[in-house]
T-cell receptor
């Protein structure tokens, strides 16, 4: 059974600080996604990571993928209050047409 | 960019009634659609995967007779919650993609409240 584990599940941090969210998965995958969700809203796509060693950056967010370790990270640099949201990683299962989500990380950035 | 339109955005119904949720891809062919359910402050749980013209594949524990999924065309998939009960109250989100393209497009979600 595929497992997608995110940690931490909840993160409260001060503005200006750096932090990393981790996403581990238990099966072979050739692509991993990161999404943001605001309360009561649907998902906003942040990053699509397609290969081992892929690194993508957008503003204060940077995502990376290590397919050998089955690990992806979402790094937040100098956090600002507007980044408060829930962040999900999702794994696209190789050889199977399904996409499984981690439990999400609720990020709360204190002004 | 590609858009997936999901309707209704919010529905309140009485226990025992059926509710249909529509998900349309507006500018691309959605060969695969995924239906997710999300309870408050929880993750998205995959309910089923549907491919155009074929029967949906349901995840373990999801009742196929209760959650009817139809994907009759490349632009439309529907989820019908039959004989809804309060425990079916949830946020339902559809997503779509073309073949196995590495890009998912999400609908805006439907908040279902069953009284």
């Amino acid at each position: 059974e595929l497992k997608v584990e995110q940690n931490p599940l909840f993160l409260s941090m001060q503005e200006g600080k750096n932090y990393t969210i981790y996403c581990n998965y238990s099966t072979t995958s050739d692509r991993l996604y990161w999404y943001r969700q605001d309360p009561g809203k649907s998902l906003e796509s942040l990053f699509v990571l397609l290969s081992n060693g892929a690194v993508k950056q957008e503003g204060r967010l940077m995502a990376s993928l290590d397919t050998k370790a089955r690990l992806s990270t979402l790094h937040i640099t100098a956090a600002v209050h507007d980044l408060s949201a829930t962040y999900f990683c999702a794994v696209d299962i190789l050889g199977d047409d399904k996409i499984i989500f981690g439990k999400g990380t609720r990020l709360h950035i204190l002004p | 960019g590609a858009v997936v339109s999901q309707h209704p955005s919010r529905v309140i119904c009485k226990s025992g009634t059926s509710v249909k949720i529509e998900c349309r891809s507006l500018d691309f062919q959605a060969t695969t659609m995924f239906w997710y359910r999300q309870f408050p402050k929880q993750s998205l749980m995959l309910m089923a995967t549907s491919n155009e013209g074929s029967k949906a594949t349901y995840e373990q524990g999801v009742e196929k007779d209760k959650f009817l999924i139809n994907h009759a065309s490349l632009t439309l998939s529907t989820l019908t919650v039959t004989s809804a009960h309060p425990e079916d109250s949830s946020f339902y989100i559809c997503s779509a993609r073309y073949n196995r393209a590495p890009k998912l497009f999400f609908g805006s979600g439907t908040q279902l409240s069953v009284l």
